[in-house]
Nanobody, 122 residues
């Protein structure tokens, strides 16, 4: 499975962005997908995750109610809709895929895509 994240940019606080995680590989639909972010001088942290079926989603407390994760199996793509962006959301966002295990931790993800930069100005 290969993952490619896109959709980042420089925006002002309060606006929205939608990130995409496009995957190659016929078995991608079997994988759960998570979004993570790393801000400068900080550890990578969990943002959101979705199960292989799309039936369950998980969010970090800091983004709950503002971010929405979804997947389009026909397009082999997972999205992260980010609304009401704040300066503290500034980070490099990466997507990752795993077959099993806890979705909210960094450890255990099998595949990682390159990140996309999101910068939110105040």
């Amino acid at each position: 499975v290969q993952l490619q994240a896109s959709g980042g940019g420089l925006v002002q606080a309060g606006v929205s962005l939608r990130l995409s995680c496009a995957a190659s590989g016929r078995t991608f639909s079997s994988y759960a997908v998570g979004w993570f972010r790393r801000a400068p001088e900080k550890e990578r942290e969990f943002v959101a995750a979705i199960t292989w079926s799309g039936g369950s989603t998980y969010y970090a407390e800091s983004v709950k109610g503002r971010f929405t994760i979804s997947r389009d199996s026909a397009k082999n793509t997972v999205y992260l809709q980010m609304n009401s962006l704040k300066p503290e959301d500034t980070a490099v966002y990466s997507c990752a895929a795993r077959l099993r295990g806890t979705l909210t931790t960094v450890l255990g993800y099998d595949y990682w895509g390159q990140g996309t930069q999101v910068t939110v100005s105040s």
